[in-house]
């Protein structure tokens, strides 16, 4: 049984899209986040929900929008998809600020 | 403003070696060092972690030391096995600031 899944593990899109990934924990944690890894490996988080509320909000540019309906569950929205978006995203959730918890990863190509 | 430097970017070692990561912080407030292993394809997980009261922790053939005094540590991996070939990030936590990881270090242990 998955811990945090992500919906679609791979993405394939054109420059100018919309696209959204999904992402859900049933590990019962109280915080999610969002991280992007490049092509270099380099992991950088983008967002961090604590019960539903926005708590960390980085340099992300207004194109990318996290949404959480629940605790289980933060999405990922991305408008005008950019060459430079093409990226592995990552979901990840933890209780409280500890251990982080990640999903496989969702790869997103844009051409 | 670089919060975290690990080092070396990339490391080979013979089956059976010893395998060393450093990571350096700034920040004064963390208060747990964890490392994290990624397979390709995979999303990073927890390996090791510590909090700052003790200097060293060991789990089988996987040791962190930690200097707070120099605000670093390090993740000694014994007998290194070519199934450890991964990439690893330290992730020191602390506050609610967003969670910087480390640059990654690939690590190839050839058999």
């Known amino acids: 049984d998955t811990a945090v899944s992500q919906t679609p593990k791979y993405l394939v899109t054109q420059m100018g899209n919309d696209k959204s990934i999904k992402c859900e924990q049933n590990l019962g944690h109280d915080t999610m986040y969002w991280y992007k890894q490049d092509s270099k490996k380099f992991l950088k988080i983008m967002f961090s929900y604590n019960n539903k509320e926005l708590i960390i909000n980085e340099t992300v540019p207004n194109r990318f929008s996290p949404k959480s309906p629940d605790k289980a569950h933060l999405n990922l929205h991305i408008n005008s998809l950019e060459l430079g978006d093409s990226a592995v995203y990552f979901c990840?959730?933890?209780?409280?600020?500890?251990?982080?918890?990640f999903g496989e990863g969702s790869r997103l190509t844009v051409l | 403003q670089q919060q975290v430097k690990q080092s070396p970017q990339s490391l080979i070692v013979q089956k059976g070696g010893i395998s060393i990561i450093n990571c350096a912080y700034e920040n004064t407030a963390f208060d747990y060092f964890p490392w994290y292993q990624q397979f390709p394809g995979k999303g990073p997980a927890l390996l090791i972690a510590i909090r700052p009261d003790v200097s060293e922790k060991k789990e089988g053939r996987f040791t962190i030391s930690f200097n707070k005094s120099a605000k670093q540590f390090s993740l000694h991996i014994m007998d290194s096995q070519p199934g450890d070939s991964a990439t690893y990030f330290c992730a020191p936590l602390g506050g609610r600031r967003a969670l910087p990881f480390g640059s990654g270090t690939r690590l190839q242990v050839q058999p």
């Open positions: 990840a959730s933890s209780r409280g600020a500890g251990e982080l918890f």
